[in-house]
């Protein structure tokens, strides 16, 4: 079994920073990669960013210039910077894993490893 477990959201005004953070552990054999969502009220839960085991980051274009994803492979770990936040970033963040997992005995490999959600709230 595995799990992850999200840290760091909260109230902030617009143009404020928030630092997410999310631990994973358990039956891991690796993470290929590491991503974070958002799940607006009402809407479904979208990509903000991911990052691969070698390092190579991606972002929703409303991502690009103020956040920055970083992992410690070693630890799995990784974190989201988000800087100049906007009232629309408001949601709540899930960390999602990628990897290769053991279990009963054999590896399996799942996209669908999730944290329980931690809520950002931007205020104008």
């Known amino acids: 079994q595995v799990q992850l477990v999200e840290s760091g959201g909260g109230l902030v005004q617009a143009g404020g920073s928030l630092r997410l953070s999310c631990a994973a552990s358990g039956s891991i054999f690796s993470i290929n990669a590491m991503g974070w969502y958002r799940q607006a009220p009402g809407n479904q839960r979208d990509l903000v960013a991911t990052?691969?085991?070698?390092?190579?980051?991606n972002y929703a274009d409303a991502a690009k210039g103020r956040f920055t994803i970083s992992s410690d492979n070693a630890k799995n770990k990784w974190d989201l910077q988000m800087n100049s936040l906007k009232p629309e970033d408001t949601g709540v963040y899930y960390c999602n894993a990628d990897g290769v997992y053991y279990s009963g005995g054999s590896l399996r490999r799942s996209s669908d490893c999730w944290g329980q959600g931690t809520p950002v709230t931007v205020s104008s």
């Open positions: 990052i691969i085991s070698g390092g190579r980051a």
